[in-house]
């Protein structure tokens, strides 16, 4: 089979196209055939060597497939060939077939195809959880939503409005992200290219500042969010885009009772009681036109290198998915 593999961590120049053996499922695990895998800054982050744990090389990237079940192992009980599926994996997405364990497979609706199952369920997991489960949004809330026209935020953005929340503050680079976002149902738009965009938040605000903020590029953009929270805020980590680490002094967040909380995926996949309704909940969304996917491009697998420059350069929009 083709794959998408690194063996050294770098830019995207590293990731070369190969001939792999086609791996057998056994106990519980099943082959997929994949026909979307999802790109996301996880696999930018592994590719560099600063991913939240360890990426051992060689590695095959990719953690969101959706496909065709072609076979599975001897203790299959609850899926068969023919099935159309998504799921999560650690590993092994960027490539013709991956082994998943039938534990955690999606079955997916008739109506659904493959470039929206593949867009919803990492992206729209992350976002759903950041708000409700890290961010603890209530009703009449304002969120900050940076990188609004993104995979994460477009749905963020949605979802925020789904839950109820009173103000939605979105950030992008571009008018057009901007315009973007404000479809999606954002209420304030601030271009955050702008060096006093945290001013704006604040006078978006009457000065209060945001209940929930939603922050994954680090450096200087986690100083200024954490400028932006309100009394009892919230502001929920879930990556570094900007390759910069942030310190500061957790005794600030005391005056005004707030909280800066790391968000990691994974850690709600081992847990069937967050993971399932939550799947159900999104799926129901977007059965019911409540949810909208954007889908920012689709591309062959071998253009996993082009793709990875796009991603980081900032010039893209909604999720990008690759076909092998």
């Known amino acids: 089979m083709k794959a998408i593999q690194f063996t050294e961590y770098g830019g995207p120049e590293v990731l070369k196209l190969v001939d792999l053996e086609k791996p057998k499922p056994t106990g519980r695990e099943v082959l997929i055939e994949i026909k979307a895998v999802g790109v996301n800054y996880a696999d930018t982050a592994r590719r560099e060597g600063q991913y939240v744990v360890h990426t051992a090389l060689p590695f ?17 009980t609850t899926v068969s060939p023919g099935m159309r599926v998504a799921t999560l994996i650690e590993s092994g997405g960027y490539a013709e077939f ?5 534990r955690g497979l999606i079955p997916l609706p008739e109506q659904l195809d493959f470039h929206s199952a593949v867009a919803l369920p990492l992206q729209g997991l992350s976002a759903y959880h950041i708000l409700k489960t890290m961010g603890r ?15 994460v935020g477009t749905i963020a953005v949605q979802l925020a409005k789904e839950f109820g929340a009173g103000k939605i503050i979105a950030t992008a680079s571009t008018t057009e992200k901007l315009e973007l976002a404000r479809e999606m149902g954002a209420d304030v738009l601030i271009n955050y290219s ?6 704006q938040v604040l006078e978006a605000t009457g000065g209060k500042g945001v209940d929930v903020a939603l922050e994954m590029a680090g450096g200087e953009v986690f100083y200024k969010t954490l400028k932006c929270l309100a009394t009892f805020g919230r502001l929920v980590i879930f990556g570094v885009a900007s390759g910069e680490q942030s310190r500061f002094y957790p005794s600030s967040l005391m005056a005004r009772n707030q909280s800066v909380i790391g968000f990691f995926l994974p850690q709600i996949m081992r847990k ?11 799926f129901t969304y977007l059965g019911e036109g409540k949810l909208k996917l954007t889908i920012g491009g689709v591309f062959k697998l071998e253009e996993a ?12 929009q909604g999720k990008l998915i690759l076909e092998p």
Do not use: C, M, N
């Open 194 to 199: 702008e060096p006093d965009w945290e001013k």
């Open 305 to 316: 290198a082009a793709v990875h420059t796009l991603l980081q350069s900032r010039k893209t």
């Open 137 to 151: 949004l209530e009703k009449g809330e304002s969120v900050l939503v940076h990188a609004a026209a993104g995979g």
């Open 98 to 102: 991956a082994l998943a364990d039938e």
């Open 272 to 282: 069937p009681q967050l993971l399932q309704p939550s799947l159900i909940e999104l």
């Open 60 to 76: 095959i990237p990719g953690a969101e497939i959706a496909g065709v079940v072609v076979e599975v192992g001897d203790q299959v």
